[in-house]
């Protein structure tokens, strides 16, 4: 069976050029790969695109590994789901990678810019490969509970709750 690969570009930005990374990628259809495309206006022939869902987490939970733009929003939501994901760096948007490079850092995620693709396509498909047999794992992302709320509220209010 292909493990499924599911690429999110985001709504704001087109990014084809890693949709056309991707579609040499599976030039073979070795993998079954879906794509949100947002934007783009490139027409791969060896993956399946649509342009909006209102529910893309179904596709989230489709997948096997994820392939996302460096989107803030995106990337917790894919975090709070344990999802195995490479995050890539779109060159038209103006992002301060910070918060996903400490993501990876600390073994969530895996973070590539786009130029070291750009530069090397094989690079991406390579770790596609390590990620779906399972030789780069994630640590689990969890979530912890705060307080800060119920304190807040004590201040205010003077109940605890």
Known sequence: MKSKIFITTGSVLEFDCLIKIMDKINKNKKYNVVAQI??????PKNITTFAFTKNINKYYDWAD???THTGAGTTFELLKKNKKMISISNPKAI????????????GYLLYIPFEKIEKNPKLLGDKIDLILSSKIKFERYFIKKSKISKTILHFLIGKNY
């Open 38 to 43: 947002g934007k783009g206006i490139y027409k």
């Open 65 to 67: 590994l994820i392939i």
């Open 95 to 106: 992002e301060n990678h910070e918060i996903i490079k400490k993501f990876e850092d600390l």
